[in-house]
C-alpha cells in the first residue's frame, strides 16, 4: 500500500465547474499536510497548506479529517489555467524534512 | 519571488558522462537541501538529503557512490550523477526550506541519458 494515495484522473472538467479531489495517507503519525500544484515538465510549486479546522484561499479549499487520515481540495469556478497535476503532499517529521507525495492527480480544464 | 535557483534545466549527453546539477538558495542560508527525483508519470521520490559541512544522508536503494552530493556553502548544493546511464534518466529537483515554511522546489533539471 502506498503510503500517500491520489485517484492518478485525469479529470476533464469544464471552465467554471467545481472539482474536489482526495487524498489518503497511511501514516497516522503525520505532521503536516499540503498540495502542490505541478504543471507539465516543470517543478511543484506549494498551492496551499492544510490545517486541522480547514481552510480556503480564493477559490481552493482545501480539509483534512485526521480521524479518517485524508485530505480534500475543492476547486470552485474552474479556470483553463487551473490544468495541472495536484500533488497531496504529508509530512512525517516536525521539522518538515520527511515529505512524502502522492502520485498527483491530473485535472484537465475545458473551454 | 524564486527562493531556489537549479542549473542546468535540461542536459542531454552520452552514456557514461558523468553530470553535475547546481542548487542555489536565493537571498538566505539554507543548511539544509533535498534532492528529489521524478521518474515519468510518478510521484517525487526523496534521493537524499544535503547539510551543509558534513556528509548527505541517503534515503534507502539510493547509491551514494553514484549520487555525489557537495553541500560546501550555505548557499549551494551539488548533485553529481557519475556514470551515467539511460536508467538515470529522469528529472531532479532539489528544495529547501526557510524556518518552518513548507518546502520551495527548485526549476528542476532533465537530465536525457543516450
Known amino acids: 500500500r502506498k503510503e500517500v494515495e491520489q485517484d492518478p484522473g485525469p479529470f476533464n472538467v469544464p471552465e467554471g465547474a467545481t472539482v474536489a479531489f482526495n487524498c489518503t495517507y497511511s501514516n497516522s503519525a503525520s505532521q503536516s499536510f499540503f498540495w502542490y500544484r505541478q504543471d507539465c515538465r516543470k517543478e511543484p510549486k506549494l498551492l496551499m497548506s492544510?490545517?486541522?479546522s480547514g481552510n480556503e484561499d480564493g477559490r481552493f479549499t482545501a480539509q483534512l479529517n485526521r480521524a479518517s487520515q485524508y485530505i480534500s481540495l475543492l476547486i470552485r469556478d474552474s479556470k483553463l489555467s487551473d490544468s495541472a497535476t495536484y500533488l497531496c503532499v504529508v509530512n512525517y517529521d516536525n521539522a518538515g524534512n520527511m515529505l512524502t507525495f502522492g502520485g498527483g492527480t491530473r485535472l484537465m480544464v475545458k473551454p | 519571488g524564486a527562493v531556489v535557483s537549479q542549473h542546468p534545466s535540461w542536459v542531454i549527453c552520452k552514456s557514461g558522462t558523468s553530470v553535475k546539477i547546481e542548487c542555489r538558495s536565493l537571498?538566505?542560508?539554507?543548511?539544509?537541501m533535498f534532492w528529489y527525483r521524478q521518474f515519468p508519470k510518478q510521484s517525487l521520490m526523496l534521493m537524499a538529503t544535503?547539510?551543509?559541512?558534513?556528509?548527505?544522508?541517503?534515503e534507502q536503494g539510493v547509491e551514494k557512490d553514484k549520487f555525489l552530493i557537495n553541500h560546501a556553502s550555505l548557499t549551494l548544493s551539488t548533485l553529481t550523477v557519475t556514470s551515467a546511464h539511460p536508467e538515470d534518466s529522469s528529472f531532479y529537483i532539489c528544495?529547501?526550506?526557510?524556518?518552518?515554511?513548507?518546502?520551495?522546489f527548485g526549476d528542476g533539471t532533465r537530465l536525457s541519458i543516450l
Open positions: 528544495s529547501t526550506k526557510m524556518g518552518n515554511q513548507p518546502q520551495h
Open positions: 492544510v490545517y486541522s
Open positions: 537571498d538566505f542560508q539554507a543548511t539544509t
Open positions: 544535503s547539510n551543509e559541512g558534513s556528509k548527505a544522508t541517503y
